[in-house]
């Protein structure tokens, strides 16, 4: 398997502009997470979802944030208008179990709001 | 919510000496502990994990100590090599019905000076 794969792997846009990250998790793996990584907060967990369906979307900062998983194959992370402090590293996770199993990682998007 | 304390914040140490990275939580519930490291440019990567009901456990040069009682557990990295730099973090589990929710410690930048 491929692992996880995201897309943009870097981005930059500009304030106001609509952002669309995209994660396609490992093949089986019912679980997915969107992360966000700054040096001032670390590691912060978004949203996952269990078999498409958002579980625990409290980590999602405000309304302009939404996330979405048509599929078991693919989710996407939008944000809409972005914000310099949007500006991060975003990762999607993904894992086949609800109990104590490896979560897998991607390669991640830097976003830039400029 | 569960929250994860994780010291020290950078860690310097001579190629083959030993380093050791120290994590608190807060939720007594918590029952499944990964380590993940982190190199630059990449998403993190489960290293080694340990469950509530193993006070200790050893991967070659790795290994993961845990007190429950204390609600603390420990990375213990000996004979450090250069490949070992990297950015180390702590994570916390506790499952619950509907999913398995990480909660990620600071990090520690880890770096071996040759």
């Known amino acids: 398997d491929a692992g996880v794969i995201q897309s943009p792997r870097h981005e930059v846009t500009e304030m106001g502009q609509e952002v669309t990250l995209r994660c396609k998790p490992i093949?089986?793996?019912?679980?997915l997470f969107w992360y966000r990584q700054t040096m001032m907060r670390g590691l912060e967990l978004l949203i996952y979802f269990n078999n498409n369906v958002p579980i625990d979307d409290s980590g999602m900062p405000e309304d302009r944030f939404s996330a979405k998983m048509p599929n078991a194959s693919f989710s996407t992370l939008k944000i809409q208008p972005s914000e310099p402090r949007d500006s991060a590293v975003y990762f999607c996770?993904?894992?086949?179990?609800?109990?104590?199993?490896?979560?897998?990682f991607g390669p991640g998007t830097r976003l830039t709001v400029t | 919510g569960e929250n994860v304390e994780q010291h020290p914040s950078t860690l310097s140490v001579q190629e083959g000496d030993s380093a050791v990275i120290k994590c608190t939580y807060s939720?007594?519930?918590?029952?499944?502990f990964p380590w993940y490291k982190q190199e630059l440019g990449k998403g993190p990567q489960l290293i080694i994990d340990i469950r509530s009901n193993v006070g200790e456990k050893k991967d070659q040069r790795i290994a993961v100590t845990l007190n429950k009682t204390a609600k603390h557990f420990s990375l213990h990295i000996t004979e450090t090599q250069p490949e070992d730099s990297a950015v180390y973090f702590c994570a916390a589990l506790r499952i619950k019905a509907a999913g398995n929710k990480l909660t990620f410690g600071g990090g520690t930048r880890v770096l071996v000076k040759p």
């Open positions: 939720d007594s519930a918590s029952n499944y």
């Open positions: 996770a993904s894992s086949y179990d609800r109990g104590q199993s490896e979560q897998y």
């Open positions: 093949s089986g793996h019912d679980y």
